[in-house]
């Protein structure tokens, strides 16, 4: 299933719905790995928009596996799977979303966005490549270069 879904566009909006505006922000807990992610949505949705990429930004999901953003261009092009973590280190099997996703869609370009201080490559038991990037770096990278 590849459909859109409903983002805040502020982080502070996100922490005002949940009624956690005074709670202290822990790197590593599932409070931060969701406002990273949504903060990282937002900064694709605004850069989709200042470079003018044209880019459609979805979710893949099967309801055992997801992928946190698709961008598209359109039915005839290959879509981008990007997963998105708030932890330094990625593992393959932190990965099984985008291993379910490139089956679906074998010549998908992959990529994890993460806290990691450099770029890495982690190659899926399906053979596929991710593209680990820093999250400085990855939202630029991924909708410019990709």
């Given at each position: ?11 502070g909006v996100l922490n005002a719905a949940a009624k ?21 949505i937002n900064e694709f949705y605004r850069m989709n ?44 099997e932190d990965l099984s979303g985008l291993q379910v ?46």
């Amino acid at each position: 299933m590849k459909s859109p879904k409903f983002y805040f566009f502020d982080t502070g909006v996100l922490n005002a719905a949940a009624k956690e505006l005074n709670s202290d922000l822990v790197s590593g807990s599932a409070r931060f790995g969701r406002l990273f992610e949504q903060f990282i949505i937002n900064e694709f949705y605004r850069m989709n928009d200042y470079y003018m990429t044209d880019y459609s930004l979805s979710y893949y999901s099967t309801g055992h596996s997801e992928v946190d953003l698709v961008l598209a261009k359109g039915r005839g092009s290959n879509p981008i799977g990007v997963e998105i973590k708030s932890f330094s280190k990625v593992f393959q099997e932190d990965l099984s979303g985008l291993q379910v996703f490139s089956s679906e869609y074998p010549s998908s370009k992959l990529f994890c966005v993460c806290t990691a201080p450099k770029s890495d490559t982690i190659t899926l038991g399906n053979g596929n490549k991710v593209s680990v990037l820093p999250y400085e770096e990855a939202v630029r990278k991924i909708l410019i270069e990709s």
